[in-house]
């Protein structure tokens, strides 16, 4: 069955990086369109970035766009996301989530358990 | 950007209980309108997308209706483990946006 596992958050100092990771089991993340989704603390959900099944198709919020990364490891059947220039308002728990359909109509079927990422000094 | 507005933002029913919540968009979106069903501490689950299509292995007791820009998730004779947030989510204009919930408290 599809699981998604997160890793990689933390506590990190505003302007500073981390990268997520998302490990992939019962199917292929190559052959899938995936997502990362954020939620901060007691608050709402927040679409973040998409990379569809072709590789070549990524997407940003306009909150994240130039800053964060979306890729994947074929070969780990992992995907990632890369944070660069982190602000505290980019506080969540950052899940990574597979789309309904493998091209990536947006509809999230999947989720992993999230991620905490806190920016904070 | 498109608003996804969601009411109430909470309500208290009892088990064996009908409710429904509501679901507005902005602006039309179709049958592009999806619901997700979040536990505290946990990942959102996907219950119904299209706007009526139950998801496999969610029970019969929800349903979803609606198209365009009003849409109802109705939860019939209600469970212990229903209750829970509830999130709306449109898939029809970047930035593919959420409600900001139905909190389902038990009475």
């Known amino acids: 069955q599809v699981q998604l596992v997160e890793s990689g958050g933390g506590v990190v100092q505003p302007g500073g990086s981390l990268r997520l990771s998302c490990a992939a089991s019962g199917f292929s993340v190559s052959r899938s369109a995936m997502h990362w989704v954020r939620q901060a603390p007691g608050k709402g959900l927040e679409w973040v970035a998409i990379i569809r099944n072709d590789e070549t198709n990524k997407y940003y919020s306009d909150s994240v766009r130039g800053r964060f990364t979306i890729s994947r490891d074929n070969s780990k059947n992992t995907l990632y996301l890369q944070m660069n220039s982190l602000r505290p308002d980019d506080t969540a728990v950052y899940f990574c989530a597979k789309d309904l359909d493998d091209y990536g109509d947006y509809v999230f079927a999947y989720w992993g358990q999230g991620t905490l990422v806190t920016v904070s000094s | 950007d498109m608003q996804m507005t969601q009411s109430p933002s909470s309500v208290s029913a009892s088990v064996g209980d009908t409710v429904s919540f509501t679901c507005r968009a902005s602006q039309y979106i179709s049958h592009y309108l999806h619901w997700y069903q979040q536990k505290p501490g946990k990942a959102p689950k996907l219950l119904i997308n299209?706007?009526?299509a139950l998801r496999s292995g969610v029970p019969s007791r929800f349903s979803g209706s609606g198209s365009g820009t009003d849409f109802t998730l109705t939860i019939t004779s209600l469970q212990p483990e229903d209750f829970a947030t509830y999130y709306c989510q449109q898939s029809f204009i970047a930035p593919y946006t959420f409600g900001q919930g139905t909190k389902l408290e038990i009475k």
């Open positions: 299209g706007a009526s």
